[in-house]
């Protein structure tokens, strides 16, 4: 089996077109977290995770973007407490009663997912 970024390149290469790519999962793990992620999430954090979800113009403070730098560069554990007990003063609701462990992981898996897929808002930095 070959490792999982290869798997997620050939993914990407083998469909190229966003909506097509999300119902191609490279991993059981992922199709857990996209329907984690689409029922519970994407509401307020928008299907491709930037904070556009129809809730979100009604909250205060709106919802982030998950595929922003900022949140890239919190570890695995920083989210997942997040994720567990919310977010104190934020719509951001705790699911650790709510959701299983595996389930709260698999829906940071698909966010970290996003990630890869969204496009920047800034171009690409000069060939060397
Ligand atoms: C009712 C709206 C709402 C729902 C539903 C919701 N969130 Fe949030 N979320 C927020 C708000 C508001 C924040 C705080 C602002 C921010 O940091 O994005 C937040 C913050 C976060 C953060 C922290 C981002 C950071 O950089 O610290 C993570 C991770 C997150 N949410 C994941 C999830 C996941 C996973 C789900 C589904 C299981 C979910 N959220 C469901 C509103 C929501």
């Not at 129809?54 to 554990?77: M, Q």
């Not at 994720?83 to 003063?89: E, L, M, N, S, Y």
């Not at 699911?95 to 800034?122: C, G, K, M, N, P």
């Amino acid at each position: 089996m070959a490792p999982f970024s290869d798997r997620l390149f050939l993914a990407l290469v083998l469909v190229g077109s966003g909506s097509a790519l999300l119902m191609a999962q490279p991993s059981d793990v992922l199709d857990r977290g996209q329907i984690i992620y689409r029922e519970h999430c994407m509401e307020c954090h928008g299907e491709t995770g930037k904070g556009d979800g129809p809730k979100a113009p009604f909250l205060s403070p709106r919802p982030g973007n998950l595929v922003s730098a900022a949140t890239s560069a919190k570890t695995d554990t920083e989210l997942l407490r997040t994720i567990a007990h919310g977010k104190p003063r934020t719509a951001m609701p705790a699911w650790q009663d709510r959701l299983a462990v595996e389930d709260q992981q698999a829906a940071l898996h698909y966010i970290r997912f996003l990630v890869r897929f969204s496009r920047s808002s800034t171009p690409p930095p000069p060939a060397p």
